[in-house]
């Protein structure tokens, strides 16, 4: 349980605690407006710990993914920006006791989408990207159409994204192109 604990406090200390808070406020805004019933039990809890993985290193990541044999591609695991998303889940589950498959699946994507994603997964995704703490070109826009039509702006987020990557010059995650060929109408 100390182990437990000096985990939290660190997530606590640093910016990700405030982000997390964040993320899970604007999801509550989102899911307010939604039309449909929203779980907003489980789309907290992923929220609060949609980050939790990254209070551990690049390399701490990688050795847990192999350790454990969680379900990552070797082309997967080249993604730094992700890693604490795919071992995010798994991570969740062990430190904190959950096995809701709803609430780890939220928290396995919440950086890159899957086809047919369920309201609460868009909603963390949507948060994550455009919570008031975000200040990049275009987030007071984001945060605007999530208010308004929560798939044009899950469109949004993913075109942001997808522009943002290849000005950066870096490769996309296939399951990110995979999503935005399906919300096009693509598949």
Not at 9 to 23: E, G, Y
Not at 56 to 75: M, N
Not at 141 to 160: F, G, H, S
Request: positive net charge; proline residues 1%; charged residues 25%.
């Amino acid at each position: 349980m100390n182990q437990l604990a000096g985990k939290i406090k660190k997530l606590m200390k640093c910016s990700l605690f405030a982000h997390s808070v964040n993320t899970l406020k604007f999801a509550n805004q989102i899911a307010d407006k939604q039309k449909s019933e929203i779980d907003i039990y489980r789309l907290s809890v992923a929220c609060l710990l949609h980050d939790y993985g990254k209070i551990f290193d690049r390399e701490q990541l990688k050795a847990i993914i192999r350790e454990h044999h969680l379900e990552v591609s070797s082309q997967e695991l080249k993604f730094n920006s992700v890693l604490h998303a795919i071992a995010g889940d798994f991570l969740v589950s062990r430190d904190f006791d959950i096995s809701d498959k709803k609430i780890l699946n939220a928290i396995r994507y919440h950086t890159t989408g899957y086809c047919d994603m369920n309201t609460e997964d868009k909603i963390l995704l949507i948060a994550d990207k455009a919570e008031e703490g975000r200040i990049y070109g275009g987030a007071s826009d984001i945060r605007e159409l999530a208010l308004k039509d929560i798939n044009l702006c899950l469109i949004e987020v993913y075109k942001n994204t997808i522009i943002y990557v290849i000005n950066k010059g870096k490769p996309l995650h296939p399951d990110t192109g995979r999503v935005w060929n399906n919300i096009c109408g693509g598949n």
